[in-house]
């Protein structure tokens, strides 16, 4: 995430759901973002080992079905292919 100018995590939908992913993760194992700083730096910086792992695979999970999703739309688009009985 940056604080300064230029692209921040507010204007990038894939960041904002990582982050999401990441809250996920940290959520069903007790913490937070904001309550890491509170832990033993080895067992934030595991955690967030984790939680990054999990984040990247999840999105990975959304880009393939988001690229299923539009391959399924484009073989949907109509056809124009000819009938070999009624070609005449």
Known sequence: M???GGSDSHSDPL???????IEE???GRGQHLNTLNA?????A?????EASAY????LTEVETRA??????HDAS???????????G
Not at 39 to 43: F, G, Q
């Open 15 to 21: 960041a904002q759901l990582e982050v999401s992913f």
């Open 45 to 49: 910086n595991a955690l967030m080992k």
């Open 39 to 43: 832990l033993p730096p080895a067992e």
């Open 25 to 27: 993760y940290l959520h």
């Open 55 to 58: 984040a990247s695979g999840r």
């Open 2 to 4: 940056s604080d300064g």
């Open 77 to 87: 688009a109509p056809l124009s292919i000819k009938n070999p009985r009624h070609a």
């Open 67 to 72: 690229h299923l999703v539009g391959d399924l």
